[in-house]
């Protein structure tokens, strides 16, 4: 079984739809991320949480927001989404700094189109 | 100006070819450098990681850092066809709270 699961992977919605996209993992990793990419642009960094009630925003997080239910689940929102929110969506676990290697591991993405 | 810079290709060369891929980056602070490969429809996986500046061997892959230029490479002896990815360089500050990602150079290795 995949150690970090996200669903949907493929999603379809329409503009001003609320959305939510679902990560878990099994790893028992503390710290959980959500990027988008998008091409040309790399992985943009929305949120990230060290905790359950550690939470913070990324480069990109205006239009989205988080939730984490739990040390392995974090969600991802769209409250009202738009067609530039279109893009593929990762989410990502890693260790404590104390590994030294700067590892993450990601989900399999999940494929949003806002029509 | 991003913080990280990677030319996004596509880099297409024949089997067996040395592969030069490069990041340049803005934020002296940077500390840890890594390398990850992406394949088509999938997530990215971890690759490469060196601490500071040097160099690092793994098999055919050869990653350097030369943090007086702001400058990493990584080297891909003897390419294969399944080398055909693309690889995304990605740097981190001492504590790794956060990771800064390059845009990712495509790669095909043509038999």
């Known amino acids: 079984d995949a150690d970090v699961t996200q669903t949907p992977r493929n999603r379809i919605t329409k503009t001003g739809k609320r959305i939510m996209l679902e990560c878990s993992q099994t790893?028992?990793?503390?710290?959980m991320y959500w990027y988008r990419q998008d091409p040309g642009l790399g992985l943009r960094l929305i949120y990230y949480?060290?905790?359950?009630?550690?939470?913070n925003k990324g480069e990109i997080s205006d239009g989205y927001s988080v939730s984490r239910q739990a040390q392995a689940k974090f969600s991802l929102s769209l409250e009202s989404a738009i067609p530039n929110q279109t893009a593929l969506y990762f989410c990502?676990?890693?260790?404590?700094?104390?590994?030294?290697?700067?590892?993450?591991?990601f989900g399999p993405g999940t494929r949003l189109t806002v029509l | 100006q991003k913080e990280v810079e990677q030319d996004p290709g596509p880099l297409s060369v024949p089997e067996g070819a040395i592969v030069s891929l490069n990041c340049t980056y803005s934020?002296?602070?940077?500390?840890?450098f890594m390398w990850y490969r992406q394949y088509s429809r999938k997530g990215p996986e971890l690759l490469m990681y060196?601490?500071?500046?040097g160099n690092k061997e793994d098999g055919r892959f050869t990653a350097q850092v030369d943090k007086s230029s702001k400058y990493i490479s990584l080297f891909i002896r003897d390419s294969q066809p399944s080398d055909s990815a693309t690889y995304l360089c990605?740097?981190?500050?001492?504590?790794?709270?956060?990771?800064?990602f390059g845009s990712g150079t495509k790669l095909n290795v043509k038999p």
């Open positions: 990502a676990t890693s260790d404590l700094p104390d590994s030294r290697k700067g590892e993450q591991f």
């Open positions: 790893k028992g990793h503390d710290r």
């Open positions: 949480s060290f905790d359950v009630k550690d939470i």
């Open positions: 934020n002296s602070a940077f500390q840890y």
């Open positions: 060196t601490y500071s500046s």
């Open positions: 990605a740097m981190s500050l001492y504590n790794f709270n956060k990771f800064y």
